[in-house]
Structure formats: C-alpha cells, structure tokens
C-alpha cells in the first residue's frame, strides 16, 4: 500500500483580450503537478515534479504568474498533458494506492477534468483520496468553518519551511510532511463522487494563502 501525496499548480482563462474563452469541460488547466510517494511506513520513496505546456490556456494568468513563478517562457519547452499523465501513471505504479492532497477533492476533481478533456482513460487513476487538512485541522483544533492554510499547518507543526509554497513538489513534500507527522491520527478515504463531478464545472476555485 502507498500514499500518493500530490499537489497541483493550475492556470484559468484570463479574459483580458476578450480572446480566451473557458472550456466547457475544463476550467482550470494543470500546468505543474508534484507528488510524494511513501511506503506504508510513511517513509519517502520517490518524488516527482512534472511540467505541464499548456494548450488550453496559452497564456497564463497573471495572479497565477505571481504567485507561482511560473511563466508560459518557463513551460513552453514542457510536455503536454498526455505525456505527462503516463509518466505520472508510471510513478505511481501497479501496487494498490490511495491519493492524498490538501483540501478535500479539488486536486482530484481537477486531474479528472484534465484528463477528461485530454481524451484520456480515466480508469487507469484512482479516485480514492485522504484530505490532509481535514487531519491537521482536527489535531491543531482550527476553527470550524474556517480553512486550515498549508502554510499555517506548516507553522503550527514546527516544521522548517525549506522551499517556498505554491509550487507543486515543494507542497507535495509540505503535505507529506504532515502525514507523516500525523500517521497516527485517523484518516478517512474518500471517493470522489462521478455524478457530482461535472456539476461544478462553473464554481469559483478557491486558491489558499500560505
């Protein structure tokens, strides 16, 4: 059994021109994606840190630039999301798995979207995941209602900040961090939901500070 702890970096329409238009199926568009797998002993294994060429959205939007550094300069030599989602598939690899990411299943709603879009077979990808927030903000007794930032978690947890946040491996490394920390809390696996999924295509995606 192993813990694929992902995070992903996105980028959305950004109107300014008038010219960019959002696809219908997919709003947001993965231009990183990072990830942290650990043994059942919560022991790193491997890391991988994938970019992503957009093609949907070319040009990346300008809040998204700020707080990620990443320009469409800095993807333009990247793989396109089909190639990067079989290296994705190989990291993971054939042993049974669970996801885990940072804030319920956006992350995991988004990869689907991604390869919705891409045409590509979304049987080969688990839609199981665990919600590391929701473990951290129960052990450090965060308010109801009130979201538990990453940054914050990182804080309250004492543990080093190495890299900054809002990139995709670094987060990755950060929530795994966390799990490990907590392995001894319990966890609950989750299932994201198909028939619900599509039905969110219009929200407002909620990017967390630090």
Not at 39 to 67: G, N
Not at 109 to 117: E, M, P, S, T
Request: net charge positive; glycine share 4%; aromatic share 10%.
């Amino acid at each position: 059994m192993y813990y694929i702890v992902m995070d992903l970096e996105l980028n959305q329409p950004f109107h300014e021109s008038g010219k960019t238009k959002q696809n219908p199926i997919c709003r947001f568009e993965i231009m990183q994606i990072g990830a942290v797998k650990l043994d059942d002993e919560f022991r790193t294994v491997q890391t991988a840190d994938f970019l992503v060429k957009p093609t949907l959205y070319k040009r990346i939007h300008p809040y998204v630039r700020k707080i990620t550094k990443l320009s469409a300069s800095a993807l333009k030599n990247a793989e396109t999301f089909p190639a990067v989602y079989e290296k994705l598939l190989r990291f993971i690899g054939p042993a049974e798995y669970v996801f885990c990411v940072w804030g319920g299943s956006s992350d995991i709603r988004d990869l689907y979207k991604n390869i919705a879009v891409n045409n590509l077979d979304a049987a080969a990808v688990s839609s199981e995941f665990i919600d590391v927030q929701a473990i951290a903000s129960r052990f450090t007794n965060a308010p109801k209602g009130k979201s538990l930032g990453l940054g914050a978690a990182v804080e309250k947890l004492n543990i080093p900040v190495a890299a900054p946040f809002h990139n995709a491996l670094h987060d990755a490394q950060y929530t795994a961090e966390i799990l490990r920390l907590l392995k001894d809390e319990e966890r609950t696996v989750q299932s994201l939901n198909m028939e619900t999924l599509w039905r969110t295509s219009g929200r407002k995606r909620r990017r967390q500070a630090p």
